[in-house]
């Protein structure tokens, strides 16, 4: 009974702390939600951040690599952002690599997962004394629980491309910033994994006489613009970095997936893999990708995007046929 009772009340604290929100704001507005695209079994992803929560590493390379180059972007901002979202994704290597950018005064620290927020606001403990204010909240990407225009800043490192509806949560991101607010975001691209897309898909022929889809569709990079533009963001910026990662083998590759929360979570996929084409998959990695020192090359191919709350003290392009200069004059007076 004593525990059953503490357990309870140790419950309540954590709800208190991480303020479990089930209200949603920004969706009403901007939610575009259709239930008949359902690409992603978001209930299993968020098991599968429960299980990487108790597996990440203290410091992750690729993904301390990725966040330092989104943040990053801050220190090209005049501006400070007091109050920031950081949903998803890597967000306790956004919170631990953030080192005062941006002037941030309040953070907001928003998971689907109840323990991934837990080892983060742990993490911060860790952390030296500083002057941000932060809280937790249990949220969807999905489902954005905030108001419209609450905040300054929203960064997503690492997350969205689990989304069914990309698109639809680039808008709630968007209607979630105050006028002239920023979104910082950084998504998987098209061709992370194209080694272990290849050896799976061989593999699969070899044994299975057919293919099963094994690795998540991803955006490609000319897609990212679209995107931006069509949420509703002004001054849209989009690039791409590609990371290779060694490993000793196929095995320690999956394991560092796991570790992220990113392994498969295709909602019409079979669940098991069978154990002969596993182990065809990764003889045929090793014997098409590896290196004579005897690793295996993983590419990560990641997209980074910018894009503001449109205010009235953004710059803006002219109106079509507004020009008084003809680009025949210019070329004429530089003789070009």
């Known amino acids: 009974m004593y525990e059953m009772r503490a357990a309870k009340a140790a419950s309540a604290e954590w709800r208190r702390i991480f303020h479990i929100h089930k209200n949603t704001f920004c969706t009403e507005i901007g939610g575009q939600q259709n239930p008949k695209l359902k690409i992603f079994d978001r209930h299993l992803k968020r098991q599968q951040r429960d299980r990487a929560a108790w597996l990440m590493s203290s410091k992750d390379t690729l993904v301390d690599a990725v966040a330092e180059n989104l943040i990053d972007r801050l220190e090209d901002c005049k501006k400070s952002f007091p109050t920031a979202l950081c949903m998803g994704g890597s967000g306790e290597a956004v919170r631990r690599l953030l080192n005062g950018r941006g002037g941030i005064e309040k953070l907001t620290m928003m998971d689907m997962s109840f323990d991934m927020l837990r080892t983060c606001r742990d993490a911060e403990k860790t952390l030296p004394e500083t002057t941000v204010e932060t809280s937790y ?104 970095d590609e990371y290779t990662v060694r490993y000793k083998s196929a095995l320690e590759l999956i394991e560092h997936l796991r570790s992220m929360g990113e392994t498969n979570a295709l909602s019409q996929t079979t669940r098991t893999l069978k154990r002969e084409t596993a182990l065809a998959a990764a003889a045929i990695y090793e014997s098409m990708f590896g290196a004579d020192d005897g690793t295996i090359p993983a590419t990560f191919q990641v997209i980074f995007m910018t894009g503001w709350r449109e205010h009235s003290s953004q710059q803006k392009a002219k109106q079509r046929g507004s020009a008084t200069v003809s680009f025949a004059d210019l070329q004429k007076q530089f003789g070009g």
């Open 137 to 240: 909240i249990v949220g969807d990407e999905e489902y954005l629980p905030l108001q419209e225009r609450s905040m300054d800043l929203v960064i997503s490192c690492l997350g969205l491309h689990w989304t069914n509806d990309l698109l639809g949560a680039m808008i709630q991101s968007r209607l979630a910033l105050k006028p002239d607010g920023l979104f910082l975001g950084a998504i998987l691209g098209g061709e992370t994994l194209k080694e272990l897309r290849i050896a799976c898909t061989v593999a699969h022929m070899e044994r299975e006489g057919g293919i099963s889809p094994r690795l998540s569709p991803l955006a490609q990079v000319r897609d990212a613009g679209n995107l931006l533009t069509r949420a509703g963001f002004s001054l849209p910026g989009v690039d791409v």
